[in-house]
């Protein structure tokens, strides 16, 4: 079965800076990988989805990437802001309509 | 904008009782789910429904878990005798299944103790 790995559980970063945080993915290529938001007591928020046969998604401040070769997704937030710490939840579908988790990377910007 | 309401929003229940958990999905979202989150471990799926009948679960949706759309609004997800390791977040969510990669939308949660 699909395994989705979030290897960095806590990240602290400098306002302003580029966060980067990485999803790696075990056996098969998902078909799309999807990035969620958690806040403390509060439900997953999509944030983004990007499909096997993209490179990069963009969305504001956002970024996302999907390689294939190397079996991970790299997401950034850019100018980065106290209001961005969070958990960020990367998850497959693999196909199927059940979305499989990471344990997630909790990002905390420090002003 | 739409969003996925789930209550109660904390549940305390004895173990072996009964517990029936609430859920309005987006109301015109076709495919509904229902996840938990034990405190500190990573969101897992349990079951999808849609159609009126369940489409996957997970081994952890065992016999003691049902689901059920009781009318054109509600969903629910009944735990028929509650042990002490059913203690979590469920979260329940919904999406448009157009396909299967759309974003699923959660709701904030019901937190479920057993004592």
């Known amino acids: ?111 | 904008e739409p969003e996925v309401t789930q209550t109660p929003s904390h549940q305390v229940t004895q173990m072996g009782q009964e517990v029936i958990l609430r859920c309005v999905p987006i109301s015109n979202h076709l495919y509904f789910y229902w996840y938990r989150q034990i405190l500190g471990q990573k969101v897992e799926f349990l079951v999808s429904f849609y159609n009126n009948e369940i489409s996957e679960k997970s081994e952890i949706f065992d016999d003691q878990f049902s689901v059920e759309r009781p009318d054109g609004s509600n969903f629910t997800l009944k735990i028929r005798s509650t042990k002490l390791e059913d203690s979590a977040m469920y979260f329940c969510a919904s999406s448009d299944g157009v396909s299967s990669n759309q974003p699923q939308h959660f709701g904030d949660g019901t937190r479920l103790s057993i004592l």
Do not use: M
């Open chain 1, 1 to 111: 079965s699909q395994k989705i790995e979030q290897n960095s559980e806590a990240l602290n970063i400098q306002e302003g800076k580029t966060a980067t945080l990485t999803c790696n993915y075990t056996n098969y290529s998902p078909a799309y990988l999807q990035w969620y938001r958690q806040d403390p007591g509060r439900g997953p928020v999509f944030l983004l989805l990007i499909r096997e046969n993209e490179k990069e998604k963009r969305k504001e401040r956002l970024k996302v990437t999907f390689d294939t070769t190397l079996k991970q997704s790299l997401f950034h937030i850019t100018a980065s802001q106290p209001a961005d710490s969070a958990t960020y939840l990367c998850a497959s579908g693999a196909g199927s309509y059940q979305l499989t988790f990471g344990k997630g990377t909790k990002l905390s910007v420090i002003p």
